[in-house]
């Protein structure tokens, strides 16, 4: 078959394709970015359900509108005005199927080919996949332990003048940065002086573990007058609620908003209405919070015991700052004190160890490095955590 010219230059996840590797019994997963099943409050979203086809059968079992279910909408208003975001109307978002939904339409109504993008350094594996499946050329922006490196940043849209700018500022995948908030001001003030647009992705921003994080940029515009609209939210209930949903949300401009709504109708009509009542009715009872303090301290305790066990078992061998929230330990190959710079090698080593992760290199858009790694200790208990650990150890000694 002669397939799009487009498939050309994307490839199938490498994490994906990781997961066939998976089944074998006894494998402890640092490799997933999956949040956990256990932490899901079946019961209340079982209520959700019952409630949905009791209250509003028809309508949740129904076709609906394109911009999303608007119970949900109103109810996605109020959970954003919890964090902040006091000034956002149902009108100004319309619902996704799932985030990376929305990345999608942002790449379908913005992205013509050969268009230049930033994105960070490391970025959401995805996203790349996305946005080079619509023909974009994608600028690689570095990132340290306080987010995107802002001068830098600056440089690359003067320089390239992107369609738009692609940033996780909190708890970034796979980097678990937090973007501080004199850095969030900043971009905002870049923004809107280079008139670029800025997509902010927030996935994990609920997932803190002692303190809360910055106001988000969409918070923080009201600070800057007129960068508002050149911001594009793009909101998940996946990481907080349940995946399995597929409930997200874009917030933009109204311009933008009306495209994307327009290229939604072409792929799906719409998001589950069922998902949408479910999930409204979820928000409506109000307990959203109970589940997310749960999430929070049981995410805390498991980085923690990940961050001790790193430093007892691998010491200098490996750089890496403890997280402050979110699903990931983002890790580097110390060249000076490991056996190997090649954390793909550790990562072959480590399977026959029994234990998983993802190397890094896949979540660069350019000048991949070879030596850094994504753990997550979302799903694996205490015990795991500490038994994978020393798996990882036993794999580094033998390499």
Not at 31 to 58: C, K, M, W, Y
Not at 186 to 211: C, M, N, Q, S
Not at 235 to 263: F, H, N, Q, Y
Request: with cysteine.
């Amino acid at each position: 078959m002669q397939f799009a010219s487009r498939l050309d230059h994307v490839e199938t996840s490498a994490i994906r394709e990781l997961f066939k590797l998976l089944g074998k019994p006894g494998i402890i997963s640092f490799a997933g970015g999956f949040p956990d099943s256990a932490l899901f409050d079946v019961e209340g979203i079982r209520a959700a359900v019952n409630a949905a086809l009791t209250d509003e059968p028809g309508a949740a079992l129904q076709y609906g509108a394109t911009e999303g279910y608007q119970p949900l909408r109103e109810q996605l208003v109020a959970f954003m005005a919890g964090k902040g975001h006091s000034d956002v109307q149902p009108a100004d978002l319309i619902v996704t199927t799932g985030s990376q939904q929305a990345l999608d339409l942002l790449g379908k109504t913005l992205i013509s080919p050969g268009d230049k993008v930033i994105v960070e350094a490391p970025t959401f594996l995805a996203t790349i996949q996305c946005f080079r499946l619509y023909g974009a050329q994608l600028i690689s922006a570095p990132v340290d332990a306080q987010g995107v490196q802002v001068d830098v940043l600056e440089q690359l849209i003067e320089q390239h003048q992107p369609k738009f700018v692609y940033l996780i500022p909190t708890f970034g995948n796979p980097s678990g940065a937090l973007l501080s908030l004199e850095r969030r001001r900043r971009v905002l003030e870049l923004a809107l002086r280079h008139k670029t647009l800025i997509v902010e992705d927030d996935p994990y921003g609920d997932l803190y573990f002692d303190t809360a994080p910055p106001p988000s940029l969409l918070a923080l515009s009201s600070q800057v007058p007129g960068s508002r609209e050149r911001l594009a939210y793009c909101g998940s209930l996946s990481k907080v609620l349940s995946p399995g949903l597929r409930v997200g949300w874009l917030i933009g401009p109204a311009e933008l908003l009306a495209k994307a709504t327009m290229c939604k109708q072409f792929s799906d009509a719409h998001t589950s209405t069922f998902a949408q009542a479910t999930a409204a009715h979820y928000l409506r009872a109000g307990r959203l919070p109970a589940t997310l303090e749960r999430m929070r301290q049981v995410y805390a305790e498991r980085a923690a015991a990940m961050t001790q066990a790193l430093r007892r078992e691998l010491g200098p061998a490996i750089d890496f700052e403890p997280p402050q929230g979110g699903l990931f330990v983002w890790a580097r190959l110390n060249g000076a004190h490991a056996p190997v710079k090649d954390a793909a090698e550790w990562a072959r080593r480590a399977l026959e160890q029994g234990v998983a992760f993802v190397p890094g290199a896949p979540f660069y858009a350019n000048q991949p490095d070879p030596a850094t790694l994504r753990l997550s200790f979302a799903t694996v208990g205490l015990e795991k955590i500490e038994a994978g650990v020393q798996c990882l150890a036993a794999a580094l000694a033998r390499s």
